[in-house]
């Protein structure tokens, strides 16, 4: 691990103020120093990256993550790859995920039980290329709702997409299972989803009993809990039962939306818009048109859903990027277009967005006082961008426009600058 120095940036250090020109040493694996100006910290025994006006900002962190979804159209082709590939399928997927900027991810659910598990003990192990990586359960869900799809001809019948419980004794024996393979977070699907006929985004599945006992399983376990939650009941359950990671709650009304600021230093909503703006508004690439995905509920979510998010940035909720990608309709990958989303359709200012994926992202991968800020003492990941995202929030979408990315103080995308400027880049010994 060699010692850095970023010279010359424009620096937004993911704090929500102004970004301003500078320098950033890293020693190891941490921001040590941070310089304002021109020539503001030794450049001996360092290397010298000129960034050359370019942004330099924190890595992003994706709130909701499936590394086991197949950029397929259905949740039964996902569920159909047999383990083998799928392991090397998740194993790319980490990398691109990190090739694309997302230093950090929150896994939201995995299509086999050990499969999270595998993916972040081999990155923390240093087998395959991944971001940070919180690993989750199976979808854990009820006979009836998302993610009960038990297909009988697959390789492993006794699989379902999810894993279907029935009862507090069923979902105490889930939970118990899935943190014995080493969990850091267990996934409910409280409500279900406009994916599934007969259970759409309002309808809510589980019972107070099933819900309870999971939370308590997960509490004494010191792990963390997350729901699929788009009904406003799921919402208002998540809340009662103290569920920390909330997806979509596209329909919490007042009461909810009430129940979740007086937990909002808590709670963390990530409403995954990619699903519903795609499949609304280019859902023809899978075959669903935009009359279809009207009939399947999506204009009424996306109207319920930005009416929701909007008042939950005006109560101080944190609602961070990350949506469901690794569907046809929003591949892997394709995960900043999120930001631009927020910017477009909840009114965040640029600035706001770029928070959310930084540090409020350190914030939701339990490590908020080390990671997601351009911080002296602060873990070294970073983004070096070639533009202005103020300006531009969409810049972050464009794989080539990110010049050089760093993990745990170490490139896993070098600068080009570097080699390009290798004569006034210096090692002194
Ligand atoms: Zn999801």
């Not at 310089?35 to 006006?53: E, F, K, M, N, Q």
């Not at 009993?209 to 799921?234: I, P």
């Not at 909503?269 to 279809?292: F, W």
């Not at 911080?375 to 531009?392: I, Q, R, T, W």
Request: proline share 4%; net charge neutral.
């Amino acid at each position: 691990m060699a010692n850095v120095l970023f010279t010359n940036a424009r620096i937004i250090d993911g704090s929500g103020a102004q970004p301003f020109a500078g320098e950033v040493l890293i020693q190891g694996n941490r921001i040590s120093r941070i310089g304002r100006g021109a020539r503001a910290l030794p450049v001996s025994g360092v290397t010298v990256i000129d960034a050359a006006g370019a942004t330099l900002m924190p890595g992003m962190c994706e709130a909701h993550t499936h590394f086991g979804w197949t950029n397929s159209k259905t949740l039964d082709a996902i569920q159909k790859l047999p383990h083998e590939e799928h392991t090397l399928w998740a194993a790319q997927v980490a990398k691109q995920y990190l090739d694309h900027g997302w230093t950090s991810c929150v896994g939201a659910a995995t299509p086999k039980p050990r499969l999270d598990c595998v993916i972040r003990d081999a990155i923390n192990s240093g087998q395959i290329p991944g971001p940070r990586y919180i690993a989750a359960s199976q979808e854990i869900t009820v006979t009836g709702s998302l993610g009960d799809d038990m297909l009988p001809h697959l390789p492993y019948p006794e699989m379902s997409f999810g894993c279907v419980v029935d009862g507090p004794d069923a979902m105490r024996k889930a939970v118990r299972m899935f943190l014995k393979y080493g969990v850091d977070q267990i996934k409910l699907n409280l409500s279900g989803d406009n994916l599934v006929p007969g259970a759409d985004a309002r309808t809510s599945w589980m019972s107070d009993a099933e819900v309870a006992v999971a939370a308590h399983e997960t509490k004494v376990r010191g792990k963390r809990l997350a729901s699929h939650a788009r009904s406003s009941e799921s919402v208002k359950q998540s809340c009662r039962h103290g569920v920390e990671v909330i997806y979509h709650a596209s329909f919490a009304d007042e009461e909810a939306l009430d129940m979740l600021e007086a937990q909002k230093d808590k709670v963390f909503v990530a409403p995954g818009l990619s699903v519903i703006l795609r499949l609304l508004y280019e859902g023809e690439v899978v075959g669903i048109d935009n009359k279809t995905a009207k009939s399947m509920g999506y204009e009424l979510e996306l109207e319920a859903a930005v009416n929701s998010m909007k008042k939950m940035l005006k109560r101080g909720i944190r609602v961070l990027p990350g949506g469901d990608y690794g569907f046809a309709w929003a591949p892997h990958g394709e995960n900043a277009k999120d930001l631009e989303y927020f910017v477009k359709y909840l009114g965040m200012t640029p600035m706001e967005a770029i928070v959310s994926a930084t540090r409020w992202g350190g914030q939701i991968m339990m490590r908020g006082k080390e990671l997601g800020e351009i911080k002296e003492g602060y873990l070294a990941d970073l983004l070096l961008v070639d533009g202005d995202p103020l300006s531009n929030i969409a810049v972050l979408q464009d794989r080539g426009k990110l010049l050089a990315i760093m993990k745990d103080g170490v490139f896993c995308k070098e600068p080009e600058i570097r080699s390009q400027r290798s004569r006034w880049s210096q090692t002194a010994a």
